[in-house]
């Protein structure tokens, strides 16, 4: 009787044991399966981007060059102005703006969470009606004809510079911290600016590195922008921009009408060897490749802190 | 659930406590605190002039807005402008359209990115862990311009889905994929799935780890197998935050039309692939057709819609008694 039991028993464990084992092999093999559907682009276009250009055409080529060259790296370095212009404005853009857009997000969340703040539920309110009532693209478009922001560098750090959204993320992290010390500052004769720079600020590092992670990862990727207000400025183009022109010049030439990728792409590939495509390419996500995983802590306690993804 | 959901904390609760202060102390107080309301009104200021200005704009609606004679000098139409939107078969095909790819796009957002963190959780080996986490998010740094050119050329005659499906005699010669109507919305989703997941899933992860050990080690002194303990204590103890994330990004429904759209979308697709968004643009942009003010209407459609889901989704929140969203 009991000699029964115990087998059963057994015979129960054993069979949870192979359940957890096939369980795991699948988990693992399913998640590799992830993995590589993540990676293999990107690494298909770094394959290509290394491989010669006319052997590319050929097609076939998967994880690594047939022929290696780095002709196409070359091309793009040195025989093609617009794209070294589109740097140079994106590098700016993601640094000014960066900078600028944390600053005055930082400093309206910090008045806006001093608990006695006369205006502190009313001037909330303000911010946090635009986050709803968006007037829309054209609205916009006229205002900063009226100011000229259009044809400028500065409507890519004016315009944007407050977000709403980031200023109530930032605002709870402030509230967070103990009044104790703002307080023992006050007696020492500090004022609120210097509880701002000397207090707050030092102790916000997680969630200021968040925001401008966010900010930076934005710039670095804006486009539209670019095409919107300054399309007839080529001093003012950014990098993505350029690398849209160039992986179907047809939809940017023509100002934004959603130009055939299929009827036009074959006469584009033509003029641009698919390996300088992939070398732009490369070129573009390299920056934010290399440094996203030491900034990983950053926006993973970020959005926790936070409490929303973007 | 504690973390992921203080977004704001009202800030009404603290008025409620806040002594009312005679104009004596308001005074006072208003000499104490003069650096704050001078920075907050340089910041009213800012957000008059760059977010509450452009809503002025909305006249244009009701006028034939040109922009040589200006706000003044435009002759008004009244309800005009929106009476041909909505009898323009365009405008109608492009809110299904929004709608149809917004929808798709958080469920199955919402479903691929709660079953990620599960099995990513799952997982006992930390460093395969980490890797796999760290790959998974790596898409969502990349532009929708560097997306749609990966989406571009797997999906071409000589891509790699082709490759594989000729491989496999599944297909005789290639197919065009991204000529075919029927195809855009899974492209689209899918785009949206690959770039996306890993980062949506962070979210769930945290909202996993921070539920209570002992329900498991209770689970499996009752006998409970993997996949139960996973319907009967992972899943529950992340509802709060799925339904808070839910009702969330559908007030973003109608956000989520634009880039991809826009960039993947060709004539032989523009049926199913023109949003909104793309609507707007159109009036904005394409030169011989210009009109301001039939782009501006769109425009205030899609402001009122959104705000209606907003307020739709905050009020259910309410109603279930999850916190409020802001």
């Known amino acids: ?310 | 659930m504690e973390n992921t959901t203080t977004t704001s904390k009202a800030p009404a609760k603290q008025d409620v406590t806040k002594p009312r202060l005679t104009a004596e102390e308001f005074k006072k107080e208003f000499k104490r605190q003069w650096i704050l309301i001078a920075i907050g009104a340089v910041y009213v200021v800012y957000g008059l002039i760059f977010n509450y200005l452009p809503l002025l704009g909305w006249i244009m609606a009701f006028q034939d807005y040109k922009y040589a004679k200006g706000f003044t000098g435009s002759e008004w139409v009244g309800l005009g402008k929106f009476q041909f939107l909505f009898s323009d078969n365009t405008f109608l095909m492009v809110i299904r359209n929004t709608f149809a790819m917004g929808v798709l796009n958080l469920v199955f957002s919402t479903v691929f990115a709660i079953g990620f963190a599960i099995l990513l959780n799952e997982v006992r080996h930390t460093w395969f862990k980490k890797t796999i986490q760290t790959i998974s998010y790596m898409p969502h740094f990349l532009s929708w311009i560097i997306v749609v050119a990966i989406v571009h050329d797997a999906l071409t005659s000589t891509g790699i889905i082709n490759e594989i499906l000729m491989n496999l005699k599944i297909v005789q010669k290639p197919y065009p994929f991204l000529q075919k109507e029927a195809w855009f919305w899974p492209i689209v989703t899918f785009s949206h799935l690959w770039k996306e997941t890993g980062w949506n899933a962070i979210i769930y992860l945290a909202a996993i780890t921070s539920i209570d050990p002992c329900l498991y080690e209770s689970a499996s002194i009752d006998g409970a197998g993997r996949f139960q303990k996973i319907w009967y204590v992972t899943i529950p103890g992340i509802r709060p935050t799925i339904m808070i994330l839910l009702l969330m990004n559908l007030g973003n429904v109608l956000n989520a039309g634009f880039e991809i759209q826009y960039l993947l979308g060709n004539d032989l697709v523009r049926d199913v692939s023109r949003t909104i968004d793309i609507y707007i643009l159109d009036w904005a942009l394409d030169g011989r057709n210009i009109d301001f003010s039939l782009g501006t209407a769109a425009g205030i459609f899609k402001t009122f819609v959104s705000m209606t889901f907003i307020l739709v989704s905050n009020y259910i929140a309410k109603k279930k008694g999850d916190e409020r969203l802001f």
């Open chain 1, 1 to 310: 009787m009991s000699e029964n039991v115990k087998e059963l028993k057994l015979n129960k464990k054993r069979k949870m044991a192979t359940e957890e084992i096939v369980f795991e092999v699948c988990n693992a093999i399913f998640l590799i399966l992830f993995a590589v559907v993540t990676l293999y682009p990107v690494l298909n276009t770094l394959a290509i981007s290394f491989n010669d250009g006319n052997d590319a055409v050929r097609g076939g080529i998967h994880l690594w060059p047939r022929i290696f060259s780095i002709r196409s790296y070359e091309e793009i370095i040195f025989n093609r102005p617009s794209i070294r212009q589109g740097l140079i404005v994106t590098v700016a853009r993601t640094v000014i703006g960066t900078f600028t857009s944390l600053a005055a997000n930082a400093l309206l969340s910090f008045i806006l969470s001093r608990k006695k703040f006369l205006f502190k539920s009313g001037l909330s309110l303000f911010w946090i009606i635009t986050m709803y009532a968006s007037a829309g693209l054209i609205p916009g478009l006229i205002l900063f004809r009226y100011l000229h922001l259009t044809s400028s560098f500065m409507v890519y750090i004016i315009p944007g510079m407050v977000s709403a959204f980031n200023v109530m993320v930032m605002r709870t992290y402030m509230a967070g911290i103990p009044d104790s010390l703002e307080e023992a500052a006050q007696l020492e004769g500090a004022g609120y600016m210097t509880v701002f720079v000397k207090i707050v600020t030092p102790l916000c590092t997680p969630v200021y590195a968040t925001i401008a992670l966010f900010q930076a990862v934005y710039h670095w990727n804006s486009w539209f922008d670019a095409m919107l207000y300054n399309r007839f400025d080529p001093q003012y183009t950014t990098l993505q921009f350029e690398l849209r022109k160039l992986l179907d010049s047809v939809s940017a030439s023509t100002g934004g009408q959603q130009a055939g990728t299929s009827a036009t792409a074959a006469s584009v590939a033509t003029i641009v060897p698919v390996t300088v495509r992939a070398a732009a390419t490369i070129a573009t996500m390299a920056p934010i490749l290399a440094l996203y995983p030491f900034l990983q802590r950053y926006f993973v306690s970020g959005l926790t802190i936070g409490g929303v993804k973007e």
